[in-house]
Protein backbone atom coordinates (compact mmCIF):
# COMPACT_ATOMS: atom_id res chain seq x y z
CA UNK A 1 0.00 0.00 0.00
CA UNK A 2 1.64 3.36 -1.29
CA UNK A 3 1.26 7.01 0.64
CA UNK A 4 -0.71 8.02 -2.36
CA UNK A 5 -3.54 5.46 -1.49
CA UNK A 6 -3.12 6.04 2.45
CA UNK A 7 -3.50 9.90 1.92
CA UNK A 8 -6.53 8.80 -0.51
CA UNK A 9 -8.16 7.33 2.11
CA UNK A 10 -7.46 9.86 4.32
CA UNK A 11 -9.19 12.68 2.26
CA UNK A 12 -12.10 10.44 2.08
CA UNK A 13 -12.40 9.09 5.66
CA UNK A 14 -12.45 13.06 6.57
CA UNK A 15 -15.36 13.86 3.74
CA UNK A 16 -17.36 10.69 5.27
CA UNK A 17 -17.04 12.37 8.66
CA UNK A 18 -18.19 15.63 7.74
CA UNK A 19 -20.96 14.39 5.74
CA UNK A 20 -22.31 12.05 8.11
CA UNK A 21 -22.11 13.97 11.16
CA UNK A 22 -24.64 16.17 9.45
CA UNK A 23 -26.85 13.43 8.47
CA UNK A 24 -26.47 12.08 11.54
CA UNK A 25 -28.16 14.50 13.49
CA UNK A 26 -31.27 15.01 10.84
CA UNK A 27 -34.22 13.08 12.71
CA UNK A 28 -35.20 9.58 10.63
CA UNK A 29 -32.67 8.96 8.51
CA UNK A 30 -31.92 5.09 8.11
CA UNK A 31 -28.53 3.69 7.88
CA UNK A 32 -29.23 1.97 4.95
CA UNK A 33 -31.19 4.37 2.97
CA UNK A 34 -28.15 7.09 3.42
CA UNK A 35 -25.51 4.91 3.21
CA UNK A 36 -26.03 2.48 0.78
CA UNK A 37 -26.36 4.65 -2.35
CA UNK A 38 -23.38 6.33 -1.86
CA UNK A 39 -21.41 3.95 -1.24
CA UNK A 40 -22.51 2.23 -4.02
CA UNK A 41 -21.68 4.93 -6.30
CA UNK A 42 -18.39 5.08 -5.42
CA UNK A 43 -17.89 1.56 -5.78
CA UNK A 44 -19.55 1.79 -9.10
CA UNK A 45 -17.51 4.44 -10.51
CA UNK A 46 -14.34 3.00 -10.03
CA UNK A 47 -13.19 4.79 -6.59
CA UNK A 48 -10.21 2.65 -5.25
CA UNK A 49 -11.74 -0.18 -2.80
CA UNK A 50 -9.56 0.58 0.13
CA UNK A 51 -10.49 4.46 -0.32
CA UNK A 52 -13.95 3.54 -0.26
CA UNK A 53 -13.46 1.12 2.28
CA UNK A 54 -12.22 4.02 5.19
CA UNK A 55 -15.22 6.46 3.84
CA UNK A 56 -17.37 3.63 5.33
CA UNK A 57 -16.00 3.14 8.22
CA UNK A 58 -15.49 6.66 9.21
CA UNK A 59 -18.83 7.49 8.03
CA UNK A 60 -20.44 5.24 10.16
CA UNK A 61 -18.79 5.68 13.35
CA UNK A 62 -19.46 9.49 12.81
CA UNK A 63 -22.97 9.14 11.85
CA UNK A 64 -23.16 6.02 15.03
CA UNK A 65 -21.87 9.12 17.24
CA UNK A 66 -23.87 12.06 16.00
CA UNK A 67 -27.12 10.28 15.57
CA UNK A 68 -27.08 10.35 19.43
CA UNK A 69 -27.31 13.90 19.59
CA UNK A 70 -30.69 14.54 18.88
CA UNK A 71 -31.88 11.82 21.09
CA UNK A 72 -29.74 13.38 23.91
CA UNK A 73 -30.64 17.30 22.78
CA UNK A 74 -34.29 16.23 21.94
CA UNK A 75 -35.34 13.08 22.62
CA UNK A 76 -35.92 12.09 19.13
CA UNK A 77 -34.03 9.35 17.53
CA UNK A 78 -31.84 10.32 14.92
CA UNK A 79 -31.84 7.12 13.40
CA UNK A 80 -33.50 3.29 13.37
CA UNK A 81 -30.56 2.70 16.24
CA UNK A 82 -30.99 5.12 18.10
CA UNK A 83 -34.74 4.78 18.95
CA UNK A 84 -34.25 2.15 21.70
CA UNK A 85 -32.02 4.86 23.28
CA UNK A 86 -34.74 7.45 23.42
CA UNK A 87 -36.43 6.33 26.80
CA UNK A 88 -33.37 5.96 28.84
CA UNK A 89 -32.18 9.59 27.72
CA UNK A 90 -35.68 10.71 28.38
CA UNK A 91 -34.82 9.60 32.45
CA UNK A 92 -31.44 11.71 32.09
CA UNK A 93 -33.24 14.75 30.97
CA UNK A 94 -36.09 14.35 33.68
CA UNK A 95 -33.44 14.13 36.35
CA UNK A 96 -31.65 17.15 35.34
CA UNK A 97 -28.95 15.95 32.99
CA UNK A 98 -29.97 16.24 29.76
CA UNK A 99 -25.78 16.87 28.37
CA UNK A 100 -24.62 13.67 30.67
CA UNK A 101 -26.57 11.77 28.13
CA UNK A 102 -24.89 12.74 25.50
CA UNK A 103 -21.34 11.91 27.25
CA UNK A 104 -22.55 8.59 28.18
CA UNK A 105 -23.82 7.60 24.85
CA UNK A 106 -20.60 9.44 22.91
CA UNK A 107 -18.27 7.32 24.84
CA UNK A 108 -19.81 4.13 24.95
CA UNK A 109 -19.58 4.39 20.87
CA UNK A 110 -15.93 5.24 21.37
CA UNK A 111 -15.38 1.86 23.50
CA UNK A 112 -17.27 -0.19 21.16
CA UNK A 113 -15.41 1.04 18.03
CA UNK A 114 -12.31 0.26 20.09
CA UNK A 115 -13.02 -3.07 21.28
CA UNK A 116 -14.93 -4.24 18.22
CA UNK A 117 -12.10 -3.73 15.32
CA UNK A 118 -9.70 -5.87 17.20
CA UNK A 119 -12.50 -8.42 18.11
CA UNK A 120 -13.93 -8.84 14.65
CA UNK A 121 -10.66 -9.04 12.41
CA UNK A 122 -10.01 -12.27 15.06
CA UNK A 123 -13.30 -13.74 14.27
CA UNK A 124 -12.63 -12.91 10.92
CA UNK A 125 -9.44 -14.59 11.32
CA UNK A 126 -11.22 -17.91 12.63
CA UNK A 127 -13.91 -18.13 10.72
CA UNK A 128 -11.77 -17.90 7.13
CA UNK A 129 -11.64 -21.49 6.35
CA UNK A 130 -16.02 -21.40 6.42
CA UNK A 131 -15.65 -19.46 3.51
CA UNK A 132 -15.47 -21.81 0.38
CA UNK A 133 -18.48 -23.93 2.26
CA UNK A 134 -21.07 -20.68 2.78
CA UNK A 135 -20.04 -19.16 -0.63
CA UNK A 136 -21.19 -22.75 -2.52
CA UNK A 137 -24.68 -22.33 -0.75
CA UNK A 138 -24.68 -19.06 -0.97
CA UNK A 139 -28.64 -18.77 -2.47
CA UNK A 140 -30.02 -21.22 -0.16
CA UNK A 141 -27.90 -19.80 3.04
CA UNK A 142 -30.17 -15.93 1.88
CA UNK A 143 -32.87 -18.34 1.35
CA UNK A 144 -32.93 -19.56 4.61
CA UNK A 145 -31.94 -16.00 6.58
CA UNK A 146 -34.97 -14.75 5.48
CA UNK A 147 -36.71 -17.25 6.82
CA UNK A 148 -34.85 -17.24 10.48
CA UNK A 149 -35.46 -13.10 9.97
CA UNK A 150 -38.70 -13.12 9.22
CA UNK A 151 -39.17 -15.69 11.53
CA UNK A 152 -37.69 -13.27 14.17
CA UNK A 153 -39.88 -10.38 13.40
CA UNK A 154 -42.89 -9.04 14.65
CA UNK A 155 -44.98 -9.44 11.75
CA UNK A 156 -44.48 -13.12 11.04
CA UNK A 157 -47.21 -14.25 8.52
CA UNK A 158 -47.09 -11.21 6.47
CA UNK A 159 -42.86 -11.69 6.15
CA UNK A 160 -42.91 -14.94 5.69
CA UNK A 161 -45.96 -14.51 2.77
CA UNK A 162 -43.45 -11.23 1.16
CA UNK A 163 -40.34 -13.54 0.84
CA UNK A 164 -42.18 -15.40 -2.01
CA UNK A 165 -44.12 -12.06 -2.95
CA UNK A 166 -41.58 -10.06 -3.42
CA UNK A 167 -38.60 -12.86 -5.38
CA UNK A 168 -41.61 -13.56 -8.17
CA UNK A 169 -41.61 -9.78 -8.33
CA UNK A 170 -37.49 -9.11 -8.97
CA UNK A 171 -37.80 -12.34 -11.14
CA UNK A 172 -40.58 -11.05 -13.29
CA UNK A 173 -38.64 -7.70 -13.45
CA UNK A 174 -35.32 -9.14 -14.53
CA UNK A 175 -37.49 -11.13 -17.29
CA UNK A 176 -38.72 -7.94 -18.29
CA UNK A 177 -35.79 -6.34 -19.16
CA UNK A 178 -34.17 -9.18 -21.23
CA UNK A 179 -37.71 -9.48 -23.28
CA UNK A 180 -38.03 -5.95 -23.65
CA UNK A 181 -34.03 -6.00 -25.24
CA UNK A 182 -32.67 -3.29 -22.72
CA UNK A 183 -30.77 -5.55 -20.94
CA UNK A 184 -28.61 -8.25 -22.63
CA UNK A 185 -30.62 -11.55 -21.65
CA UNK A 186 -28.50 -13.31 -18.32
CA UNK A 187 -27.10 -10.07 -17.22
CA UNK A 188 -28.43 -9.74 -13.58
CA UNK A 189 -29.99 -6.44 -12.33
CA UNK A 190 -29.15 -6.14 -8.90
CA UNK A 191 -27.88 -2.54 -8.08
CA UNK A 192 -31.60 -0.79 -9.05
CA UNK A 193 -33.52 -3.64 -7.15
CA UNK A 194 -31.92 -2.99 -3.78
CA UNK A 195 -32.15 0.47 -4.05
CA UNK A 196 -35.79 0.33 -5.12
CA UNK A 197 -36.27 -1.68 -1.87
CA UNK A 198 -33.90 0.65 0.29
CA UNK A 199 -35.89 3.78 -0.66
CA UNK A 200 -39.66 1.86 -0.90
CA UNK A 201 -40.62 3.54 2.59
CA UNK A 202 -40.03 7.19 0.96
CA UNK A 203 -41.18 6.32 -2.16
CA UNK A 204 -44.62 4.73 -0.54
CA UNK A 205 -45.10 7.98 1.35
CA UNK A 206 -44.44 10.31 -2.01
CA UNK A 207 -47.05 8.22 -3.90
CA UNK A 208 -49.07 8.63 -0.80
CA UNK A 209 -49.00 12.48 -1.30
CA UNK A 210 -50.98 12.08 -4.94
CA UNK A 211 -54.04 10.39 -3.32
CA UNK A 212 -56.22 13.04 -1.90
CA UNK A 213 -57.52 10.95 0.97
CA UNK A 214 -54.17 9.31 2.53
CA UNK A 215 -52.90 13.20 1.74
CA UNK A 216 -55.20 14.36 4.32
CA UNK A 217 -54.03 11.80 6.93
CA UNK A 218 -50.85 13.21 6.48
CA UNK A 219 -51.37 16.93 6.80
CA UNK A 220 -50.90 18.32 10.02
CA UNK A 221 -51.47 22.41 10.88
CA UNK A 222 -48.60 22.52 12.55
CA UNK A 223 -44.81 21.95 11.46
CA UNK A 224 -42.82 19.36 13.54
CA UNK A 225 -41.85 20.90 17.11
CA UNK A 226 -38.79 19.92 18.40
CA UNK A 227 -37.82 20.50 21.96
CA UNK A 228 -34.14 21.21 22.57
CA UNK A 229 -33.19 21.06 26.21
CA UNK A 230 -31.72 23.27 28.38
CA UNK A 231 -27.77 23.08 28.65
CA UNK A 232 -27.84 21.77 32.29
CA UNK A 233 -23.28 21.41 32.59
CA UNK A 234 -21.45 23.95 29.91
CA UNK A 235 -18.49 23.42 32.02
CA UNK A 236 -16.88 20.79 29.84
CA UNK A 237 -14.12 23.05 28.41
CA UNK A 238 -11.25 20.57 29.12
CA UNK A 239 -8.64 20.15 26.04
CA UNK A 240 -9.69 16.56 24.71
CA UNK A 241 -13.03 14.69 26.72
CA UNK A 242 -11.41 11.68 27.70
CA UNK A 243 -14.05 8.59 27.61
CA UNK A 244 -12.54 6.37 30.33
CA UNK A 245 -12.84 9.82 32.74
CA UNK A 246 -16.26 10.58 31.43
CA UNK A 247 -17.58 6.64 32.16
CA UNK A 248 -17.34 5.00 35.46
CA UNK A 249 -15.01 1.64 35.75
CA UNK A 250 -18.58 -0.46 35.92
CA UNK A 251 -19.98 1.47 32.65
CA UNK A 252 -16.88 0.73 30.70
CA UNK A 253 -16.88 -2.67 31.77
CA UNK A 254 -20.15 -3.20 31.16
CA UNK A 255 -20.01 -1.47 27.67
CA UNK A 256 -16.39 -3.34 27.14
CA UNK A 257 -18.70 -6.89 27.62
CA UNK A 258 -21.79 -5.75 25.30
CA UNK A 259 -19.13 -4.35 22.75
CA UNK A 260 -17.90 -8.27 22.40
CA UNK A 261 -20.95 -9.99 22.65
CA UNK A 262 -22.16 -7.23 20.26
CA UNK A 263 -19.98 -8.15 17.65
CA UNK A 264 -19.84 -12.15 18.19
CA UNK A 265 -23.22 -11.75 17.40
CA UNK A 266 -22.73 -9.93 14.14
CA UNK A 267 -25.25 -11.94 11.98
CA UNK A 268 -28.25 -10.85 14.25
CA UNK A 269 -30.82 -7.82 14.14
CA UNK A 270 -28.67 -5.13 15.69
CA UNK A 271 -31.71 -3.34 17.04
CA UNK A 272 -32.48 -6.42 18.70
CA UNK A 273 -29.09 -6.97 20.29
CA UNK A 274 -28.98 -3.95 21.26
CA UNK A 275 -32.00 -3.47 23.32
CA UNK A 276 -31.38 -6.92 25.10
CA UNK A 277 -28.10 -6.45 26.11
CA UNK A 278 -29.28 -2.60 26.86
CA UNK A 279 -31.30 -3.87 29.48
CA UNK A 280 -29.29 -7.04 30.60
CA UNK A 281 -27.09 -4.59 31.41
CA UNK A 282 -28.46 -1.58 33.47
CA UNK A 283 -30.68 -4.73 35.27
CA UNK A 284 -28.37 -5.09 38.32
CA UNK A 285 -27.72 -1.25 38.56
CA UNK A 286 -29.47 0.60 41.25
CA UNK A 287 -30.62 4.04 41.11
CA UNK A 288 -32.58 6.13 38.19
CA UNK A 289 -29.42 7.48 36.59
CA UNK A 290 -26.67 5.33 37.44
CA UNK A 291 -29.40 2.89 35.33
CA UNK A 292 -29.72 4.43 32.62
CA UNK A 293 -26.15 5.71 32.12
CA UNK A 294 -25.55 2.25 31.85
CA UNK A 295 -27.68 1.22 29.75
CA UNK A 296 -27.16 4.18 27.50
CA UNK A 297 -23.08 3.24 27.60
CA UNK A 298 -23.83 0.00 26.97
CA UNK A 299 -26.36 0.13 24.26
CA UNK A 300 -24.73 2.81 22.11
CA UNK A 301 -21.18 0.44 22.42
CA UNK A 302 -23.17 -2.52 21.27
CA UNK A 303 -24.78 -0.41 17.98
CA UNK A 304 -21.68 0.95 17.41
CA UNK A 305 -19.94 -3.11 17.47
CA UNK A 306 -22.70 -4.93 15.84
CA UNK A 307 -22.54 -2.44 12.78
CA UNK A 308 -18.72 -2.51 12.96
CA UNK A 309 -18.59 -6.45 13.22
CA UNK A 310 -21.27 -7.13 10.93
CA UNK A 311 -19.72 -5.62 8.09
CA UNK A 312 -15.46 -6.60 8.57
CA UNK A 313 -16.55 -10.07 9.61
CA UNK A 314 -18.41 -10.56 5.87
CA UNK A 315 -16.22 -8.73 4.34
CA UNK A 316 -12.34 -9.76 5.99
CA UNK A 317 -13.51 -13.94 6.58
CA UNK A 318 -16.76 -14.96 4.16
CA UNK A 319 -17.12 -12.56 0.93
CA UNK A 320 -21.26 -13.37 1.40
CA UNK A 321 -22.70 -10.42 3.26
CA UNK A 322 -23.93 -12.27 6.23
CA UNK A 323 -25.38 -10.00 8.24
CA UNK A 324 -28.10 -7.89 8.39
CA UNK A 325 -25.31 -4.60 7.90
CA UNK A 326 -23.40 -6.13 5.63
CA UNK A 327 -26.70 -6.59 3.47
CA UNK A 328 -28.04 -3.25 3.99
CA UNK A 329 -25.09 -0.69 4.38
CA UNK A 330 -22.74 -2.12 3.31
CA UNK A 331 -24.03 -4.20 0.23
CA UNK A 332 -21.89 -2.08 -2.21
CA UNK A 333 -18.55 -3.72 -1.09
CA UNK A 334 -20.20 -7.73 -1.71
CA UNK A 335 -22.19 -7.06 -5.20
CA UNK A 336 -22.01 -3.97 -7.32
CA UNK A 337 -21.95 -5.51 -10.67
CA UNK A 338 -20.53 -4.49 -13.17
CA UNK A 339 -17.39 -3.57 -10.69
CA UNK A 340 -18.24 -5.82 -8.24
CA UNK A 341 -20.01 -8.97 -8.13
CA UNK A 342 -20.67 -12.21 -5.47
CA UNK A 343 -17.54 -14.46 -6.81
CA UNK A 344 -15.02 -11.64 -7.30
CA UNK A 345 -15.65 -9.32 -4.66
CA UNK A 346 -14.25 -6.83 -1.97
CA UNK A 347 -13.10 -9.85 0.08
CA UNK A 348 -11.65 -11.51 -2.65
CA UNK A 349 -10.07 -8.12 -4.12
CA UNK A 350 -8.38 -6.70 -0.81
CA UNK A 351 -6.03 -8.07 1.09
CA UNK A 352 -6.62 -8.84 4.98
CA UNK A 353 -4.36 -6.03 5.88
CA UNK A 354 -5.38 -3.66 3.27
CA UNK A 355 -8.98 -4.16 5.26
CA UNK A 356 -7.91 -4.03 8.53
CA UNK A 357 -5.67 -0.55 7.78
CA UNK A 358 -8.06 1.00 5.56
CA UNK A 359 -10.77 -0.03 8.89
CA UNK A 360 -8.74 1.58 11.74
CA UNK A 361 -8.02 4.48 9.80
CA UNK A 362 -11.25 5.27 8.90
CA UNK A 363 -12.62 4.90 12.30
CA UNK A 364 -9.72 6.29 14.40
CA UNK A 365 -10.41 9.41 12.08
CA UNK A 366 -13.77 9.67 12.78
CA UNK A 367 -13.23 9.22 16.63
CA UNK A 368 -10.80 12.02 16.71
CA UNK A 369 -12.67 14.42 14.88
CA UNK A 370 -16.47 13.77 15.91
CA UNK A 371 -15.88 12.34 19.21
CA UNK A 372 -14.64 15.87 20.84
CA UNK A 373 -17.20 17.74 19.32
CA UNK A 374 -20.33 15.45 19.82
CA UNK A 375 -19.34 15.91 23.39
CA UNK A 376 -18.55 19.73 23.73
CA UNK A 377 -21.26 20.90 20.64
CA UNK A 378 -24.04 18.83 20.61
CA UNK A 379 -26.16 21.19 21.44
CA UNK A 380 -24.88 23.74 18.03
CA UNK A 381 -24.83 21.02 16.12
CA UNK A 382 -28.57 20.19 17.04
CA UNK A 383 -29.98 23.76 16.39
CA UNK A 384 -27.68 24.45 13.19
CA UNK A 385 -28.94 21.25 11.28
CA UNK A 386 -32.46 21.82 12.81
CA UNK A 387 -32.71 25.59 11.92
CA UNK A 388 -30.53 25.42 8.44
CA UNK A 389 -31.30 21.78 6.75
CA UNK A 390 -34.90 21.58 5.24
CA UNK A 391 -35.90 17.98 5.46
CA UNK A 392 -37.02 18.77 1.77
CA UNK A 393 -33.55 18.68 0.64
CA UNK A 394 -32.84 15.33 2.15
CA UNK A 395 -35.23 13.75 0.38
CA UNK A 396 -34.82 15.19 -3.35
CA UNK A 397 -31.35 14.06 -2.50
CA UNK A 398 -32.17 10.50 -2.03
CA UNK A 399 -35.06 10.61 -4.54
CA UNK A 400 -32.33 12.20 -7.60
CA UNK A 401 -29.68 9.42 -6.70
CA UNK A 402 -32.23 6.29 -7.23
CA UNK A 403 -33.18 7.82 -10.48
CA UNK A 404 -29.27 8.10 -11.40
CA UNK A 405 -28.66 4.34 -10.65
CA UNK A 406 -32.07 3.25 -11.83
CA UNK A 407 -31.60 4.60 -15.13
CA UNK A 408 -27.68 3.65 -14.99
CA UNK A 409 -28.55 -0.16 -14.52
CA UNK A 410 -31.93 -0.32 -17.50
CA UNK A 411 -32.43 3.43 -18.75
CA UNK A 412 -36.29 4.36 -18.26
CA UNK A 413 -37.60 0.64 -18.27
CA UNK A 414 -34.61 0.56 -15.13
CA UNK A 415 -36.87 3.80 -13.95
CA UNK A 416 -39.95 2.28 -13.86
CA UNK A 417 -38.89 -1.15 -12.81
CA UNK A 418 -37.71 0.55 -9.47
CA UNK A 419 -40.93 2.33 -8.79
CA UNK A 420 -43.29 -0.74 -8.63
CA UNK A 421 -40.54 -2.79 -6.37
CA UNK A 422 -40.21 0.64 -4.01
CA UNK A 423 -44.04 0.73 -4.16
CA UNK A 424 -44.18 -2.38 -3.26
CA UNK A 425 -41.19 -3.20 -0.94
CA UNK A 426 -42.42 0.15 0.97
CA UNK A 427 -46.14 -1.15 1.74
CA UNK A 428 -44.73 -4.07 3.06
CA UNK A 429 -42.19 -2.26 5.03
CA UNK A 430 -45.37 -0.80 5.96
CA UNK A 431 -46.68 -3.48 7.14
CA UNK A 432 -43.79 -4.57 9.58
CA UNK A 433 -41.91 -6.98 7.15
CA UNK A 434 -38.15 -5.61 7.90
CA UNK A 435 -35.50 -4.33 5.29
CA UNK A 436 -32.94 -7.75 6.16
CA UNK A 437 -35.87 -10.49 5.15
CA UNK A 438 -36.71 -8.04 1.76
CA UNK A 439 -32.53 -8.03 1.15
CA UNK A 440 -32.10 -11.55 1.46
CA UNK A 441 -34.92 -12.14 -0.66
CA UNK A 442 -33.46 -9.71 -2.90
CA UNK A 443 -30.18 -12.48 -2.85
CA UNK A 444 -32.69 -15.86 -2.97
CA UNK A 445 -34.78 -14.86 -5.64
CA UNK A 446 -33.35 -16.28 -8.71
CA UNK A 447 -32.85 -19.53 -7.05
CA UNK A 448 -35.96 -19.60 -5.11
CA UNK A 449 -38.13 -18.75 -8.04
CA UNK A 450 -35.86 -21.98 -10.16
CA UNK A 451 -36.63 -24.35 -7.56
CA UNK A 452 -40.44 -23.35 -7.30
CA UNK A 453 -40.65 -23.21 -10.90
CA UNK B 1 -58.99 20.75 2.20
CA UNK B 2 -56.93 23.19 4.87
CA UNK B 3 -55.68 26.01 3.34
CA UNK B 4 -52.88 24.91 0.53
CA UNK B 5 -50.64 27.47 2.24
CA UNK B 6 -50.33 26.42 5.80
CA UNK B 7 -50.81 22.86 5.68
CA UNK B 8 -48.02 20.59 6.45
CA UNK B 9 -47.09 17.06 5.30
CA UNK B 10 -45.54 14.30 7.20
CA UNK B 11 -43.20 12.59 4.63
CA UNK B 12 -40.81 9.88 6.61
CA UNK B 13 -41.27 11.33 9.37
CA UNK B 14 -40.79 14.84 9.00
CA UNK B 15 -42.93 17.81 8.07
CA UNK B 16 -42.27 19.48 4.59
CA UNK B 17 -44.69 21.39 2.42
CA UNK B 18 -46.34 20.16 -0.88
CA UNK B 19 -45.05 22.92 -2.97
CA UNK B 20 -41.09 22.79 -1.46
CA UNK B 21 -41.20 19.22 -1.94
CA UNK B 22 -41.92 19.61 -5.66
CA UNK B 23 -39.52 22.22 -5.80
CA UNK B 24 -36.47 20.36 -3.91
CA UNK B 25 -37.42 17.17 -6.69
CA UNK B 26 -37.67 19.88 -9.56
CA UNK B 27 -34.14 21.04 -8.30
CA UNK B 28 -32.43 17.62 -7.99
CA UNK B 29 -33.45 15.23 -10.31
CA UNK B 30 -33.15 17.13 -13.61
CA UNK B 31 -29.14 18.32 -12.31
CA UNK B 32 -28.14 14.63 -11.04
CA UNK B 33 -29.87 12.65 -14.09
CA UNK B 34 -29.11 15.36 -16.54
CA UNK B 35 -25.62 15.69 -15.83
CA UNK B 36 -25.53 11.60 -16.07
CA UNK B 37 -27.43 11.05 -19.52
CA UNK B 38 -25.79 14.30 -21.16
CA UNK B 39 -22.32 13.84 -19.95
CA UNK B 40 -19.86 11.95 -22.81
CA UNK B 41 -18.92 8.51 -22.04
CA UNK B 42 -16.63 7.03 -21.33
CA UNK B 43 -17.47 5.19 -17.74
CA UNK B 44 -16.62 6.60 -15.02
CA UNK B 45 -17.25 10.51 -16.20
CA UNK B 46 -21.22 10.65 -16.42
CA UNK B 47 -21.72 9.14 -12.76
CA UNK B 48 -19.45 11.48 -11.07
CA UNK B 49 -20.91 14.50 -13.11
CA UNK B 50 -24.22 12.95 -11.79
CA UNK B 51 -23.39 12.86 -8.33
CA UNK B 52 -22.05 15.84 -8.05
CA UNK B 53 -25.52 17.34 -9.71
CA UNK B 54 -27.16 15.44 -7.02
CA UNK B 55 -24.87 17.44 -4.69
CA UNK B 56 -24.96 20.82 -6.07
CA UNK B 57 -29.29 19.85 -5.73
CA UNK B 58 -28.87 19.28 -2.21
CA UNK B 59 -27.21 22.68 -1.29
CA UNK B 60 -29.37 24.57 -3.50
CA UNK B 61 -32.21 23.08 -1.71
CA UNK B 62 -30.43 23.74 1.34
CA UNK B 63 -29.89 27.12 1.34
CA UNK B 64 -33.22 28.13 -0.72
CA UNK B 65 -36.03 26.55 0.83
CA UNK B 66 -36.56 26.60 4.54
CA UNK B 67 -37.23 23.75 6.97
CA UNK B 68 -40.20 23.09 8.63
CA UNK B 69 -39.79 22.89 12.06
CA UNK B 70 -40.52 24.96 14.99
CA UNK B 71 -37.30 24.67 17.65
CA UNK B 72 -38.59 25.58 21.45
CA UNK B 73 -35.40 26.43 22.58
CA UNK B 74 -35.19 26.02 26.30
CA UNK B 75 -33.23 28.48 28.42
CA UNK B 76 -34.06 30.88 25.51
CA UNK B 77 -37.26 31.38 25.83
Known amino acids: ?453 | MPNKTTSYLTVWDDTVTGKDLIIALAVSTPLTLGGFIFTPWPAPMPLIIGLCGALLGFAINAVCLRPKRRLDIEGEA
Not at chain 1, 108 to 127: E, Q
Not at chain 1, 370 to 392: D, G, K, L, N, S
Request: hydrophobic share 55%; glycine share 8%.
Open chain 1, 1 to 453: MDALILLQMLIAALIGVVVYTAIGVAPGTDETAVLAPVTLALVVAGIPLPVVLAFFMAAIVAKKLTDSIPVSVAGIPGGVMSAPMVEHAMILKREGHATLAIRKMASGSVIGTLVAIPVSLLLAFLLTPLADVLSQYASQIFFVGAVFLALMSREKVISLISIVILAALIQALRHFYWGMGVIPEGQVVFISFFLGITIGPMIFNLAQLTVREERRKMATGEPKTIKIYANDDSDDTSSFPNPFRILTRQEAVSATASSVLGSVTFFMSPVGITIFLGEVMSSWVKGTVEKASRALSSMDAVTNAAYIAGILIPLAALGIPMSPMAIGPGNAFFNAPPVLTLEQNAHHLMSFGEIAVASILGAGVALLITYPIAVRYARHICVFVFQRIPHEAFLAMFFSLVMLLAYMDAGVMGILGVGVLALVAGLLNRWGVNYGVQFMTLYAAPWLMGWMA
